[in-house]
């Protein structure tokens, strides 16, 4: 598996967080990193970005295979690739192992809600933009419904229900996406609290153009489980991105300044 690491200028000697982002196929790496801005976002906290590449054969589509029940456990198939690289990044460079954490625009933001529920002892916590629920659907067939409508033919075999720990996760979506059906943000953040105890936090507010509802689930303790932002008008982009990226809706909320904050407050516990 090909990738490009993002590492911010500083003392290589200190162990420093990493963050997985995983792109929603084309346009590719090089165009996610600009539309997400999160290289920028990371060089002020000196953080490292992996961005791995699919590996395509001929006849097969360069997203990730998130909906295949094979694509969906520990130990097999692209979470096993993809768990594999991270380990081996760590292994080569100074990174801080309690804060290796994964997100992912559309098919990439599906997949990291894949990696977060098959290995919570690798990823801290998850991002997912755009993106879809772990385990709505099980091949190929069911993936169009689930996108265009946040149907599934049956319930989502979550982490919880299979008796893992489900890691942290920061949901964001527009509400005029028109190829990832919000509700499948909306699901993602109920799949991520559920039968955790505490409360639901609302707030309205409005950030560069855009407005937005965000959700925040906070437990007992007074930890933030997950965090779901709405965010009124956008598309099928990543919100506060680059103008100039092809995936990018510069108007919205920085997408990626949050994320990293939530990441930064969300170390592993293990």
């Known amino acids: 598996m090909s990738y490009k690491l993002y590492t911010p200028a500083g003392d290589t000697r200190v162990a420093r967080p990493l963050l997985v982002m995983l792109h929603g196929g084309e346009p590719g790496l090089d165009d996610f990193a600009l ?33 295949m ?28 192992e309690q804060r290796v954490h994964v997100a992912g625009l559309a098919a990439g933001g599906a997949m990291a809600a894949v990696m977060g529920q098959t290995y919570p002892d690798l990823f801290a916590s998850v991002g997912v933009h755009s993106g879809l629920p772990y385990g709505a659907v099980v091949d190929a067939s069911g993936a169009p419904s689930l996108r265009r409508f946040g149907r599934a033919d049956h319930e989502p075999r979550t982490g919880r229900l299979q008796g893992r720990r489900t890691p942290p996760t920061i949901i964001f979506h527009g509400t005029r996406d028109m190829t990832v059906h919000p509700s499948n943000g909306v699901r993602l953040y109920e799949d991520a609290v559920a039968g955790l105890p505490g409360a639901h936090l609302f707030e309205n507010g409005r950030e560069g153009g855009r407005a937005y509802t965000r959700r925040t689930h906070v437990g007992p303790d007074g930890q933030t489980n997950a965090e779901l932002w709405l965010i009124e008008g956008a598309g099928h982009a990543w919100s506060g991105g680059d103008a100039q990226g092809i995936q990018a809706d510069w108007q919205g909320p920085a997408a990626s300044e949050q994320m990293l904050c939530f990441f930064l407050h969300h170390p592993a516990s293990h």
Do not use: F
Not at 36 to 65: C, F, H, I, T
Not at 77 to 88: C, D, I, K, M
């Open 69 to 96: 029940y094979c694509h969906q456990q520990r130990g097999r198939g692209e979470p096993a690739q993809l768990a594999s690289l991270t380990r081996s990044v760590i292994a080569q460079h100074q990174i801080d």
């Open 35 to 67: 539309s997400s801005r999160m290289n920028a976002a990371a060089r002020k906290l000196g953080w490292m970005v992996l961005y791995p590449e699919k590996p395509v054969r001929d006849g097969e589509q360069g997203e990730w295979s998130w909906y």
